[in-house]
Protein backbone atom coordinates (compact mmCIF):
# COMPACT_ATOMS: atom_id res chain seq x y z
CA UNK A 1 0.00 0.00 0.00
CA UNK A 2 1.28 3.23 -0.78
CA UNK A 3 2.42 5.57 2.38
CA UNK A 4 0.72 9.34 2.74
CA UNK A 5 0.50 12.39 5.23
CA UNK A 6 -2.52 14.27 6.53
CA UNK A 7 -3.11 16.86 8.78
CA UNK A 8 -5.63 16.71 11.70
CA UNK A 9 -6.93 19.83 13.00
CA UNK A 10 -10.22 20.43 14.71
CA UNK A 11 -11.62 23.47 17.19
CA UNK A 12 -10.75 26.53 14.57
CA UNK A 13 -13.30 28.96 16.19
CA UNK A 14 -13.16 31.09 12.94
CA UNK A 15 -14.09 34.63 13.80
CA UNK A 16 -14.52 33.62 17.62
CA UNK A 17 -15.92 37.22 18.93
CA UNK A 18 -12.96 37.55 21.93
CA UNK A 19 -14.54 39.45 24.55
CA UNK A 20 -12.34 41.58 27.33
CA UNK A 21 -10.48 43.52 24.78
CA UNK A 22 -11.82 46.81 25.29
CA UNK A 23 -9.89 49.28 26.24
CA UNK A 24 -6.28 47.71 25.27
CA UNK A 25 -4.09 49.21 22.72
CA UNK A 26 -5.92 48.76 19.23
CA UNK A 27 -2.94 47.50 17.46
CA UNK A 28 -2.65 44.61 19.84
CA UNK A 29 -6.57 44.36 20.20
CA UNK A 30 -6.72 43.40 16.08
CA UNK A 31 -3.79 41.00 16.85
CA UNK A 32 -5.70 38.75 18.94
CA UNK A 33 -8.90 39.38 16.91
CA UNK A 34 -7.74 37.93 14.19
CA UNK A 35 -5.80 35.38 15.54
CA UNK A 36 -7.72 32.34 15.11
CA UNK A 37 -7.88 33.20 10.76
CA UNK A 38 -3.58 33.97 11.00
CA UNK A 39 -3.31 30.28 12.89
CA UNK A 40 -5.85 28.51 10.19
CA UNK A 41 -3.66 30.80 7.37
CA UNK A 42 -0.79 29.04 8.68
CA UNK A 43 -2.71 25.46 8.40
CA UNK A 44 -3.41 26.01 5.23
CA UNK A 45 0.27 27.13 4.18
CA UNK A 46 1.89 23.95 6.07
CA UNK A 47 -0.66 21.50 4.02
CA UNK A 48 0.53 23.09 0.50
CA UNK A 49 4.07 22.98 1.67
CA UNK A 50 4.34 19.16 2.79
CA UNK A 51 2.17 18.49 0.58
CA UNK A 52 0.17 16.76 2.52
CA UNK A 53 -2.85 14.02 0.76
CA UNK A 54 -5.32 15.82 2.90
CA UNK A 55 -7.14 17.51 5.52
CA UNK A 56 -9.38 16.77 8.61
CA UNK A 57 -11.05 19.01 10.35
CA UNK A 58 -12.81 17.54 13.20
CA UNK A 59 -15.94 19.90 14.49
CA UNK A 60 -15.85 23.64 15.42
CA UNK A 61 -14.43 24.92 12.34
CA UNK A 62 -16.33 27.96 12.87
CA UNK A 63 -17.61 29.56 16.52
CA UNK A 64 -21.56 29.64 15.75
CA UNK A 65 -23.27 30.92 13.04
CA UNK A 66 -21.87 33.81 10.79
CA UNK A 67 -22.25 37.46 12.10
CA UNK A 68 -22.15 37.80 8.22
CA UNK A 69 -21.42 35.88 4.84
CA UNK A 70 -17.22 37.02 5.32
CA UNK A 71 -16.29 33.98 7.93
CA UNK A 72 -18.06 31.80 4.86
CA UNK A 73 -15.72 33.51 2.15
CA UNK A 74 -12.55 33.36 4.02
CA UNK A 75 -12.71 29.80 4.74
CA UNK A 76 -14.17 29.12 0.68
CA UNK A 77 -10.78 31.14 -0.39
CA UNK A 78 -8.65 29.00 1.88
CA UNK A 79 -10.15 26.01 0.71
CA UNK A 80 -9.75 27.05 -2.92
CA UNK A 81 -5.95 26.88 -2.61
CA UNK A 82 -6.17 23.58 -0.98
CA UNK A 83 -8.49 22.88 -4.32
CA UNK A 84 -5.28 24.45 -7.06
CA UNK A 85 -3.37 21.62 -5.04
CA UNK A 86 -5.77 18.58 -5.46
CA UNK A 87 -5.88 18.29 -1.67
CA UNK A 88 -8.99 16.81 -0.49
CA UNK A 89 -10.81 18.64 2.91
CA UNK A 90 -13.01 16.66 5.12
CA UNK A 91 -15.17 18.67 7.52
CA UNK A 92 -17.34 17.10 10.29
CA UNK A 93 -19.21 19.75 11.98
CA UNK A 94 -19.48 19.79 15.87
CA UNK A 95 -21.12 21.53 18.57
CA UNK A 96 -20.30 25.18 17.55
CA UNK A 97 -21.38 24.71 13.81
CA UNK A 98 -24.04 22.20 13.99
CA UNK A 99 -26.40 22.18 11.04
CA UNK A 100 -29.11 23.84 13.16
CA UNK A 101 -26.25 27.10 14.01
CA UNK A 102 -25.16 27.84 10.76
CA UNK A 103 -28.11 29.80 9.00
CA UNK A 104 -25.85 31.57 6.07
CA UNK A 105 -24.28 28.81 4.41
CA UNK A 106 -22.47 28.95 1.14
CA UNK A 107 -21.49 26.63 -1.50
CA UNK A 108 -18.83 24.82 -0.83
CA UNK A 109 -15.39 24.37 -2.90
CA UNK A 110 -15.39 20.62 -4.85
CA UNK A 111 -12.60 19.24 -2.73
CA UNK A 112 -14.65 20.65 0.59
CA UNK A 113 -16.53 16.68 2.05
CA UNK A 114 -18.87 17.70 4.86
CA UNK A 115 -20.10 14.43 7.25
CA UNK A 116 -23.50 13.85 7.08
CA UNK A 117 -24.94 14.64 10.32
CA UNK A 118 -28.65 12.01 10.03
CA UNK A 119 -25.90 9.05 9.86
CA UNK A 120 -22.33 8.04 9.52
CA UNK A 121 -20.74 8.75 6.30
CA UNK A 122 -17.67 7.02 4.95
CA UNK A 123 -15.36 8.82 2.33
CA UNK A 124 -12.66 6.63 0.52
CA UNK A 125 -9.32 7.55 -1.20
CA UNK A 126 -8.61 5.12 -2.95
CA UNK A 127 -5.35 6.20 -4.73
CA UNK A 128 -3.92 6.17 -0.96
CA UNK A 129 -6.18 3.05 0.50
CA UNK A 130 -7.51 5.55 3.06
CA UNK A 131 -11.29 5.65 4.35
CA UNK A 132 -12.70 7.93 6.61
CA UNK A 133 -15.53 7.78 8.68
CA UNK A 134 -17.89 10.50 10.86
CA UNK A 135 -21.21 11.87 11.80
CA UNK A 136 -21.59 15.47 12.08
CA UNK A 137 -23.66 17.50 14.76
CA UNK A 138 -27.39 18.17 13.41
CA UNK A 139 -28.01 19.63 16.91
CA UNK A 140 -25.52 21.80 19.17
CA UNK A 141 -26.32 19.01 22.10
CA UNK A 142 -25.39 15.92 21.21
CA UNK A 143 -26.11 14.08 24.11
CA UNK A 144 -25.96 10.35 22.26
CA UNK A 145 -22.91 8.18 21.60
CA UNK A 146 -22.81 7.88 18.16
CA UNK A 147 -20.09 5.65 17.90
CA UNK A 148 -21.74 2.07 18.16
CA UNK A 149 -23.36 3.33 14.39
CA UNK A 150 -19.67 3.76 13.22
CA UNK A 151 -19.71 1.46 9.74
CA UNK A 152 -17.43 -1.88 10.87
CA UNK A 153 -13.91 -0.49 9.19
CA UNK A 154 -12.98 -0.62 5.20
CA UNK A 155 -10.86 -4.07 4.43
CA UNK A 156 -7.02 -3.33 2.75
CA UNK A 157 -7.74 0.29 4.27
CA UNK A 158 -6.14 2.86 6.71
CA UNK A 159 -9.72 3.03 8.49
CA UNK A 160 -10.24 6.72 10.03
CA UNK A 161 -12.54 7.86 12.98
CA UNK A 162 -13.48 11.23 12.82
CA UNK A 163 -15.94 12.80 15.78
CA UNK A 164 -16.56 15.32 18.02
CA UNK A 165 -17.10 13.98 21.36
CA UNK A 166 -16.21 14.85 25.24
CA UNK A 167 -14.78 11.31 25.49
CA UNK A 168 -16.84 10.73 29.07
CA UNK A 169 -16.36 13.86 30.85
CA UNK A 170 -12.32 13.54 29.87
CA UNK A 171 -12.43 17.56 30.58
CA UNK A 172 -14.49 19.07 32.81
CA UNK A 173 -14.40 22.59 31.18
CA UNK A 174 -15.80 20.81 27.92
CA UNK A 175 -19.83 19.56 27.88
CA UNK A 176 -19.97 16.18 27.46
CA UNK A 177 -21.47 15.66 23.81
CA UNK A 178 -21.59 12.51 21.89
CA UNK A 179 -20.30 10.99 24.93
CA UNK A 180 -18.18 7.70 24.57
CA UNK A 181 -15.07 5.83 26.06
CA UNK A 182 -11.98 5.20 25.20
CA UNK A 183 -12.85 1.26 24.90
CA UNK A 184 -15.13 1.83 22.74
CA UNK A 185 -12.97 3.69 20.45
CA UNK A 186 -10.03 1.29 20.64
CA UNK A 187 -12.72 -2.09 19.80
CA UNK A 188 -13.88 -0.44 16.71
CA UNK A 189 -11.28 -2.23 14.27
CA UNK A 190 -9.75 1.44 12.85
CA UNK A 191 -6.83 3.02 12.83
CA UNK A 192 -6.81 6.23 13.89
CA UNK A 193 -9.23 8.38 15.81
CA UNK A 194 -9.46 12.19 14.67
CA UNK A 195 -11.04 13.79 17.29
CA UNK A 196 -12.24 17.24 17.99
CA UNK A 197 -14.03 19.32 20.88
CA UNK A 198 -11.44 18.46 23.94
CA UNK A 199 -8.69 22.25 23.16
CA UNK A 200 -5.98 20.38 25.12
CA UNK A 201 -3.54 18.43 22.69
CA UNK A 202 -3.03 14.68 24.23
CA UNK A 203 -2.72 11.47 22.46
CA UNK A 204 -5.00 9.58 24.47
CA UNK A 205 -4.16 5.60 22.90
CA UNK A 206 -1.66 4.09 20.25
CA UNK A 207 -2.07 1.36 17.70
CA UNK A 208 -4.86 2.57 17.44
CA UNK A 209 -4.44 6.05 17.74
CA UNK A 210 -6.75 7.98 19.43
CA UNK A 211 -5.98 12.30 19.37
CA UNK A 212 -7.23 15.60 20.50
CA UNK A 213 -5.20 17.80 18.45
CA UNK A 214 -6.28 20.85 20.78
CA UNK A 215 -7.27 23.90 19.22
CA UNK A 216 -5.39 25.52 16.13
CA UNK A 217 -5.48 29.02 18.78
CA UNK A 218 -5.77 29.80 21.86
CA UNK A 219 -8.37 32.38 22.45
CA UNK A 220 -8.19 33.19 26.52
CA UNK A 221 -5.84 32.39 29.46
CA UNK A 222 -7.38 29.44 30.08
CA UNK A 223 -6.27 28.03 26.59
CA UNK A 224 -1.96 28.42 27.15
CA UNK A 225 0.90 27.09 25.75
CA UNK A 226 1.14 25.81 22.05
CA UNK A 227 -1.96 25.28 19.85
CA UNK A 228 -1.78 23.63 16.46
CA UNK A 229 -2.94 20.36 14.52
CA UNK A 230 -1.22 17.05 14.12
CA UNK A 231 1.01 16.10 11.25
CA UNK A 232 0.45 12.53 10.92
CA UNK A 233 2.25 10.09 8.27
CA UNK A 234 1.17 6.77 7.60
CA UNK A 235 2.80 3.39 5.89
CA UNK A 236 1.72 0.00 4.88
CA UNK A 237 -1.32 0.69 7.30
CA UNK A 238 0.46 1.79 10.32
CA UNK A 239 1.32 5.29 11.44
CA UNK A 240 4.77 5.82 11.01
CA UNK A 241 4.89 9.56 12.44
CA UNK A 242 2.66 12.10 14.78
CA UNK A 243 4.15 15.34 14.36
CA UNK A 244 2.33 18.18 16.99
CA UNK A 245 2.55 21.33 14.67
CA UNK A 246 1.94 24.56 16.55
CA UNK A 247 -0.06 27.39 14.17
CA UNK A 248 -0.80 29.44 16.92
CA UNK A 249 0.19 33.38 16.34
CA UNK A 250 -0.72 34.07 20.24
CA UNK A 251 0.30 32.16 22.66
CA UNK A 252 -1.45 32.73 26.17
CA UNK A 253 0.82 32.28 28.90
CA UNK A 254 -0.19 32.15 32.83
CA UNK A 255 2.71 33.48 34.56
CA UNK A 256 3.44 33.46 38.60
CA UNK A 257 5.69 35.36 40.09
CA UNK A 258 6.77 34.74 43.60
CA UNK A 259 7.51 37.98 45.26
CA UNK A 260 7.88 36.14 48.87
CA UNK A 261 10.02 38.33 50.84
CA UNK A 262 10.25 41.59 48.50
CA UNK A 263 9.74 44.85 50.27
CA UNK A 264 9.73 47.36 46.96
CA UNK A 265 7.24 47.24 44.20
CA UNK A 266 10.54 47.66 41.95
CA UNK A 267 11.76 44.21 42.89
CA UNK A 268 8.27 42.69 41.95
CA UNK A 269 8.51 44.56 38.68
CA UNK A 270 11.92 43.71 38.16
CA UNK A 271 11.06 39.42 38.87
CA UNK A 272 8.29 39.79 36.64
CA UNK A 273 10.59 41.20 34.08
CA UNK A 274 12.91 38.48 33.99
CA UNK A 275 9.80 36.25 33.74
CA UNK A 276 8.69 38.12 31.02
CA UNK A 277 12.27 38.15 29.37
CA UNK A 278 12.57 34.45 29.79
CA UNK A 279 9.07 33.92 28.18
CA UNK A 280 9.82 36.11 24.64
CA UNK A 281 13.30 34.11 24.17
CA UNK A 282 10.69 30.96 23.15
CA UNK A 283 8.15 33.05 21.19
CA UNK A 284 9.67 32.61 18.02
CA UNK A 285 7.68 36.02 16.65
CA UNK A 286 3.80 34.77 18.31
CA UNK A 287 2.71 37.48 19.80
CA UNK A 288 2.81 36.47 23.49
CA UNK A 289 -0.31 37.40 25.84
CA UNK A 290 0.60 37.08 29.12
CA UNK A 291 -1.59 37.01 32.58
CA UNK A 292 0.69 37.86 35.58
CA UNK A 293 -0.16 36.48 38.67
CA UNK A 294 1.73 37.95 41.78
CA UNK A 295 1.63 35.57 45.02
CA UNK A 296 3.64 35.55 48.36
CA UNK A 297 4.15 37.02 52.06
CA UNK A 298 5.79 40.44 51.29
CA UNK A 299 6.95 43.54 52.26
CA UNK A 300 5.87 45.22 49.10
CA UNK A 301 1.59 43.94 49.67
CA UNK A 302 -0.02 47.41 50.17
CA UNK A 303 1.70 49.34 48.01
CA UNK A 304 0.76 46.87 45.16
CA UNK A 305 -2.95 46.79 46.08
CA UNK A 306 -3.21 50.50 46.83
CA UNK A 307 -1.94 51.58 43.43
CA UNK A 308 -2.59 48.24 40.98
CA UNK A 309 -3.04 50.52 38.12
CA UNK A 310 0.65 51.57 38.64
CA UNK A 311 1.88 48.41 38.79
CA UNK A 312 -0.22 47.29 35.76
CA UNK A 313 1.70 49.95 34.03
CA UNK A 314 5.14 49.49 35.52
CA UNK A 315 5.01 45.98 34.29
CA UNK A 316 3.76 46.61 30.97
CA UNK A 317 6.58 49.11 30.12
CA UNK A 318 9.02 45.97 31.28
CA UNK A 319 7.01 44.19 28.63
CA UNK A 320 7.50 46.30 25.86
CA UNK A 321 11.26 46.87 26.85
CA UNK A 322 11.75 43.06 26.77
CA UNK A 323 9.64 42.17 23.23
CA UNK A 324 8.93 45.44 22.23
CA UNK A 325 5.21 45.07 20.47
CA UNK A 326 5.61 41.22 20.90
CA UNK A 327 4.55 40.68 24.71
CA UNK A 328 1.26 41.83 26.10
CA UNK A 329 0.88 42.16 29.66
CA UNK A 330 -3.15 41.04 29.08
CA UNK A 331 -4.33 41.17 33.79
CA UNK A 332 -2.02 41.80 36.45
CA UNK A 333 -3.35 39.81 39.78
CA UNK A 334 -2.38 40.90 42.70
CA UNK A 335 -2.84 37.64 45.59
CA UNK A 336 0.08 38.81 47.73
CA UNK A 337 -0.53 39.06 51.44
CA UNK A 338 1.19 41.51 54.53
CA UNK A 339 4.46 40.08 56.33
CA UNK A 340 2.48 39.47 59.62
CA UNK A 341 -0.59 38.41 57.75
CA UNK A 342 -4.79 38.31 58.60
CA UNK A 343 -3.86 35.66 61.76
CA UNK A 344 -1.82 38.64 63.27
CA UNK A 345 -4.38 41.60 62.39
CA UNK A 346 -7.17 39.38 63.09
CA UNK A 347 -4.91 39.03 67.03
CA UNK A 348 -5.00 42.82 67.33
CA UNK A 349 -7.22 44.42 69.83
CA UNK A 350 -7.64 47.67 67.95
CA UNK A 351 -10.31 49.06 65.36
CA UNK A 352 -8.18 47.41 62.41
CA UNK A 353 -8.46 44.05 64.34
CA UNK A 354 -12.03 44.26 64.80
CA UNK A 355 -12.36 45.03 60.57
CA UNK A 356 -10.68 41.88 59.88
CA UNK A 357 -12.79 40.04 61.75
CA UNK A 358 -15.73 41.28 60.57
CA UNK A 359 -14.52 40.69 57.09
CA UNK A 360 -13.18 37.16 57.88
CA UNK A 361 -17.26 36.72 59.06
CA UNK A 362 -18.72 38.43 56.15
CA UNK A 363 -18.46 35.68 53.07
CA UNK A 364 -20.45 33.46 55.33
CA UNK A 365 -23.13 36.41 56.35
CA UNK A 366 -26.36 36.39 54.50
CA UNK A 367 -28.11 38.80 55.92
CA UNK A 368 -25.32 41.26 55.17
CA UNK A 369 -24.60 39.42 51.50
CA UNK A 370 -28.03 40.67 50.93
CA UNK A 371 -27.77 44.16 51.49
CA UNK A 372 -24.46 44.32 49.20
CA UNK A 373 -26.23 43.09 47.08
CA UNK A 374 -29.69 45.16 46.66
CA UNK A 375 -26.98 48.16 46.09
CA UNK A 376 -24.21 46.60 44.16
CA UNK A 377 -26.34 44.39 42.24
CA UNK A 378 -28.52 47.45 41.24
CA UNK A 379 -24.94 49.46 39.80
CA UNK A 380 -23.93 46.27 38.02
CA UNK A 381 -27.25 46.22 36.30
CA UNK A 382 -26.66 50.16 35.04
CA UNK A 383 -23.25 49.12 33.46
CA UNK A 384 -22.54 49.57 29.85
CA UNK A 385 -22.26 46.53 27.79
CA UNK A 386 -18.65 47.29 26.38
CA UNK A 387 -18.03 47.47 30.06
CA UNK A 388 -19.99 44.10 31.28
CA UNK A 389 -18.30 42.37 28.25
CA UNK A 390 -14.82 44.00 28.86
CA UNK A 391 -14.72 43.75 32.77
CA UNK A 392 -11.31 42.24 32.92
CA UNK A 393 -11.35 43.08 37.34
CA UNK A 394 -11.79 40.20 39.14
CA UNK A 395 -14.09 42.00 42.01
CA UNK A 396 -16.28 43.48 38.87
CA UNK A 397 -16.68 40.25 37.37
CA UNK A 398 -17.83 39.12 40.28
CA UNK A 399 -20.26 41.68 40.96
CA UNK A 400 -21.95 41.42 37.30
CA UNK A 401 -21.73 37.71 38.49
CA UNK A 402 -23.71 38.45 41.69
CA UNK A 403 -21.15 36.21 43.36
CA UNK A 404 -21.31 38.69 46.32
CA UNK A 405 -19.32 36.10 48.57
CA UNK A 406 -16.67 36.06 46.12
CA UNK A 407 -16.86 40.14 46.34
CA UNK A 408 -16.41 39.86 49.59
CA UNK A 409 -13.33 37.76 49.88
CA UNK A 410 -11.84 39.95 47.38
CA UNK A 411 -12.48 43.66 48.77
CA UNK A 412 -11.43 42.28 52.06
CA UNK A 413 -7.76 42.26 51.57
CA UNK A 414 -7.70 45.07 49.60
CA UNK A 415 -9.60 47.24 52.56
CA UNK A 416 -7.14 46.43 54.78
CA UNK A 417 -4.07 46.37 52.73
CA UNK A 418 -5.22 50.25 52.34
CA UNK A 419 -5.47 50.69 56.04
CA UNK A 420 -2.24 49.16 57.28
CA UNK A 421 0.41 50.66 54.06
CA UNK A 422 0.97 53.74 56.74
CA UNK A 423 2.76 51.43 58.92
CA UNK A 424 4.95 49.42 56.26
Given at each position: M?????L?A?D?H?D?????LA??E???A????????A???NL?AR??D????????A??????S?KD?????FF?E??G???????P??V?H??????S?I?????????VQ???A???E?F??GR?G?A????SF???AVHA?L??????????S???????????G??P???N??P??L??LT?K?????A????H????L?ER?????PG?????????T??????????????VE?????????????????P??????????????G????????E???????C?I?????C???G???RDPE?F?N???A?A??V?Q???????VE??TEP?R?A?A??RRRDA?GEL???????P??????????????RM??R???E??N???D?????A???D?A??A?R?????????TVSE?
Open positions: SAFRFHAILSPLRGGHREIERVRRAPRAFEIALEPVDFVIIGDLYDGWYRTGLAQMKLRAADIVFLGNHDAEVTKPLPLPKNVFDRKPTTLIALHGQREKNVPDYPSPRPDFNIGVLHTGLGVDEHDYACSLDSGYDYWLGHIRRQVHPWVVFNLQGRHVREGPKGAFLVSVEDCESLEPVDFDVVRWLDLSIAKGLDRVDQVVERASALEEAASSDGRLLARRVKGRGAHRLVRLEVRVLDGADVWVERVNPGAIRLQRFLDEAADEELLTEIGKDVGADLPPLRAAGPGLEAIARFALKVAPLLVARLE
